[in-house]
C-alpha cells in the first residue's frame, strides 16, 4: 500500500529565511506523480507545486522548490524568502492511477 | 471565476438526518473526487467518477453513503441516517486526463463543505 510520511507536525520559520519541509513516500509503483498542497487557516487547498517521478529535475515555482530523491523516495519543500501568506498547513501528495494518499500535513507559521 | 465550487459550504445536522452536498469541478475537467478530511488530518479519498461512471468507492464510503454524477458535469454526495462520527470536511476536487490543457492528472480542490452531526 502507498504511504505518505511527513514526520514535522509543526514548523516555524521567521519572516524572509528559507524553511524546508520533509516528506517521504513509499510504493512499489514505478511512474507516479507528487504534490505539494497548501491550505491556509479556513481556506481551500491550493496546489503550490508538482513532480513527475520520471523527471529527474527537480520542480521549481517561483519561490517553492523541491527536492526529489526517487532511489530515497524522499520530497521535500523548500520555501525562500518565507512570507507571512506561507502560512498554512502543507500537505505532501503522492498519486498513481487515480489513487492519491496525503501525508497528516505540516503545519507551517511565518513569523514577522 | 471557473475553479471548483461547493455547496453549502457548512451544514449542522441533526444525528440520523439525511445531508447532501454538491460538487460543481473545472467545466472541462471529467474526472471527479469526493474526500473527507477531519481535523489535522490530510484528505482521504471517498470515490472518483470519470464523467458519469463511478469508477472506485474507498472502504470509507459505507452504505450510508451514495454518490452521483448524473450527467458528467457537478456531483452530489448524499449522507443518509448522518451519525456524529461523519462531522468532517467534505471536499471536493476535479482534474483533466491526462494529456490535457489543464495539466495531466493535478487535482484542483473546491473549499469544501464542512459537516457537523450533533
Known amino acids: 500500500a502507498q504511504t505518505v510520511t511527513q514526520s514535522q507536525p509543526e514548523m516555524s520559520v521567521q519572516e524572509a529565511e528559507t524553511v524546508t519541509l520533509s516528506c517521504t513516500y513509499d510504493?512499489?509503483?514505478?511512474?507516479?506523480?507528487l504534490f505539494w498542497y497548501k491550505q491556509p487557516p479556513s481556506r481551500q487547498m491550493i496546489l503550490v507545486i508538482r513532480?513527475?517521478?520520471?523527471?529527474?529535475q527537480n520542480a521549481t515555482e517561483n519561490r517553492f522548490s523541491v527536492n526529489f530523491q526517487k532511489a530515497a523516495k524522499s520530497f521535500s519543500l523548500k520555501i525562500s524568502d518565507s512570507q507571512l501568506g506561507d502560512t498554512a498547513m502543507y500537505f505532501c501528495?503522492?498519486?498513481?492511477?487515480?489513487?492519491?494518499?496525503f501525508g497528516a500535513g505540516t503545519r507551517l507559521t511565518v513569523k514577522p | 471565476d471557473t475553479g471548483v465550487s461547493q455547496d453549502p459550504r457548512h451544514k449542522i445536522t441533526k444525528r440520523g438526518q439525511n445531508v447532501t452536498f454538491r460538487c460543481d469541478p473545472i467545466?472541462?475537467?471529467?474526472?471527479l473526487y469526493w474526500y473527507r478530511q477531519t481535523l489535522g488530518q490530510g484528505p482521504e479519498f471517498l470515490t472518483y467518477?470519470?464523467?458519469?461512471?463511478?469508477?472506485?468507492k474507498s472502504r470509507l464510503l459505507s452504505d450510508r453513503f451514495s454518490a452521483e454524477r448524473p450527467k458528467g458535469s457537478f456531483s452530489t454526495l448524499e449522507i443518509q441516517r448522518t451519525e456524529q462520527g461523519d462531522s468532517a470536511m467534505y471536499l471536493c476536487?476535479?482534474?483533466?486526463?491526462?494529456?490535457?490543457?489543464?495539466?495531466?492528472?493535478?487535482?484542483?480542490f473546491g473549499p469544501g463543505t464542512r459537516l457537523t452531526v450533533l
Open positions: 510504493t512499489s509503483e514505478s511512474n507516479y506523480y
Open positions: 467545466s472541462e475537467h471529467n474526472r
Open positions: 513532480q513527475e517521478a520520471y523527471k529527474q
Open positions: 476536487a476535479s482534474s483533466a486526463l491526462a494529456g490535457g490543457s489543464l495539466g495531466a492528472d493535478t487535482q484542483y
Open positions: 467518477f470519470q464523467n458519469e461512471a463511478q469508477l472506485e
Open positions: 501528495a503522492f498519486m498513481t492511477g487515480n489513487d492519491m494518499r
